[in-house]
């Protein structure tokens, strides 16, 4: 399901069958050039978490600077000012 919004932004709704959500609120934002908006975040201060070996779709991530590149996709993740967890995610194809 996608919605329309600001200056041509969408929002989707997507089910990835199988998978168990993480136990924390957590959003997602697809980018483009992710290394570059990483950067620009960082310099007005964004923080963010340490990549870690993990998962994407089976696929085991290796972290480039504050990106994990799990091949089919890269993903940078931050906490906003509540503790919510945001993801950066963009598809590589």
Same mark, same amino acid.
């Given at each position: =399901? @996608?919605? %329309? ?8 709704? !997507? ?5 168990? /959500? $993480? ?6 934002? =697809? @980018?483009? %050039? ?8 960082? !310099? ?5 978490? /340490? $990549? ?42």
């Amino acid at each position: =399901m @996608v919605f %329309g919004a600001a200056d041509g932004s969408r929002i989707a709704l !997507s089910e990835m069958p199988d998978r168990i /959500p $993480p136990p924390y609120p957590v959003i997602s934002f =697809m @980018v483009t %050039g992710i290394e570059e908006v990483v950067e620009a975040l960082k !310099s007005r201060d964004a923080t963010f978490q /340490p $990549p870690a070996p993990a998962s994407f779709a089976g696929a085991q991530g290796t972290a480039v600077g504050d990106v994990m590149d799990f091949g089919q996709a890269k993903s940078a993740f931050l906490k906003d000012t509540e503790g919510n967890l945001i993801a950066l995610n963009k598809f590589v194809g």
